[in-house]
């Protein structure tokens, strides 16, 4: 589980892995983080992460 505001307004954060084919990802986690450019995920979970976050930062999910 990725808590609430875990990473809120992190300046550093570049890319995110996600193994998980479940993980929970709470409110506002990534939010602000301005130099965030992919979320990876597991391929076939795409369009399921995809729903889990806000139309706009749906173009950073990818899968590997």
């Keep these: 589980k990725i808590c609430d505001n875990a990473f809120l307004g992190c300046k ?4 995110v892995v996600l193994q998980s084919t479940n993980c ?3 409110r ?3 939010a602000f983080c301005k130099n965030l ?3 990876y995920v ?3 979970q795409v369009e399921t992460y ?3 976050f806000p139309k706009e ?3 950073l999910i ?3």
């Design 12 to 15: 550093n954060l570049e890319s």
């Design 24 to 26: 929970e990802i709470g």
């Design 28 to 30: 506002f986690a990534f």
């Design 37 to 39: 450019k992919k979320i």
């Design 42 to 44: 597991p391929k076939k």
């Design 50 to 52: 995809k729903k889990r």
């Design 57 to 59: 930062a749906q173009h």
């Design 62 to 64: 990818e899968g590997f």
